[in-house]
Nanobody, 115 residues
Framework: QVQFVESGGGLVQPGGSLRLSCVAPENIFSIYIIGWWRQAPGKQRELVARISIINTTVYASSVKGRFTISRDNAEKTVHLQMNNLKPEDTAVYYC?????????WGQGTQVTVSS
């Protein structure tokens, strides 16, 4: 079973920053576009950022200019640097392929933005 392992979430005040990390299986990391997804309570899961194997990036309009996605090829890890966080960024964050999620979901990492 394919497993993505997400980490780095937490509780942060509005305007704060967090850096999420996702370790992807090597066969997935080296072939596919990897995306960071999020699901807020009562809402559908949405793709917020994705990065290709040649580092082409695409962001949802809601996070553009605040979030940065990057890849560490040596560690098979995809990071999501989140700055100027807002309460509406509160969600469980997951990684998977993008723009379509082809594999099972990991446990995700909770991000809560609250004062």
């Amino acid at each position: 079973q394919v497993q993505f392992v997400e980490s780095g979430g937490g509780l942060v005040q509005p305007g704060g920053s967090l850096r999420l990390s996702c370790v992807a299986p090597e066969n997935i990391f080296s072939i596919y576009i990897i995306g960071w997804w999020r699901q807020a309570p009562g809402k559908q899961r949405e793709l917020v950022a994705r990065i290709s194997i040649i580092n082409t990036t695409v962001y949802a309009s809601s996070v553009k200019g605040r979030f940065t996605i990057s890849r560490d090829n040596a560690e098979k890890t995809v990071h999501l640097q989140m700055n100027n966080l807002k309460p509406e960024d509160t969600a469980v964050y997951y990684c998977n392929t993008g723009p379509s999620a082809l594999y099972s979901w990991g446990q995700g990492t909770q991000v809560t933005v609250s004062s």
